[in-house]
């Protein structure tokens, strides 16, 4: 399941992120791909060196972990550092999945990955973020601010931009709950237990409904 989680950094927090970005060093961002994904990776990437790096992780990071659809969604048991990537006229990623596990030392497996629009969609054309679905290609693009998590095994790719800049925040998160099916089905029953501990906070319904979502969450997690 795709997931759309509106409004992760507002305007003051994207202006802060835009000013850090328009200052970085940008490198080849093949450098960091596996070999596979490497050949078709045509974008350059905030060099993981610039002190310019923890400072976005702080802001857009910090942004993405408080949210609650996020939080909802995708149950984080481990978040990997992001890359900062920018695509410019001519600059796509072919079509690939992202490597399986990640991280050097401390080491996570991917279940989701994580984009973060951080330029408005009229600043470039192309761009776009195709996701292949059991429901056939997902094109994406987003508002700047707005985030989508899309399953780590799917086969996506980014088309090329063909005027101005593309800027955004990739992750990769390893999920309480391994299997995508399960998340989704938690995702849905935490939304309609919520709006009822909202709206009747003390029915038997919403009793019975709170006490089974936290036995699912206790059957299915993995920490
Ligand atoms: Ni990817």
Redesign the pocket.
């Known amino acids: 399941m795709l997931t759309h989680i509106q409004g992760v950094l507002n305007a003051p927090q994207l202006g802060a992120a835009r000013k850090l970005l328009d200052a970085g060093s940008f490198a080849d961002g093949s450098r960091s791909a596996g070999m596979a ?1 490497k050949r078709v990776k045509h974008n350059e990437e905030l060099s993981l060196d610039d002190a310019r790096h923890a400072e976005l992780n702080n802001l857009v990071m910090g942004c993405l972990v408080k949210h609650p659809v996020y939080r909802s969604a995708a149950m984080p048991l481990k978040v990997a550092t992001p890359y900062y990537a920018r695509y410019t006229q001519g600059m796509s ?1 072919g079509e ?3 490597d399986p596990v990640m991280g050097e030392g401390q080491l996570y497996r991917s279940d989701i ?1 994580v984009t973060i629009f951080l330029n408005d969609p009229a600043d470039y054309d192309g761009g776009e973020l195709i996701i292949t679905t059991a429901f056939g290609d997902q094109s994406i693009k987003l508002p700047a601010g707005d985030a989508v998590l899309y399953p ?1 095994s799917s086969l ?3 088309s090329e931009v063909t005027r101005g800049e593309r800027l955004v925040a ?1 992750s990769w998160i390893q999920s309480m709950v391994r299997n995508a099916e399960q998340r989704t089905l938690l995702h849905e029953l935490n939304q309609a237990r919520e709006a009822l501990l909202r709206e009747q906070p003390d029915s038997d319904e919403t009793r019975r409904v709170n006490h089974s979502y936290i036995n699912l969450v206790r059957m299915w997690s993995e920490v």
Request: charged content about 20%.
């Open positions: 994904a990623y690939h999945v992202d990955s780590s996506h790719r980014v990739v």
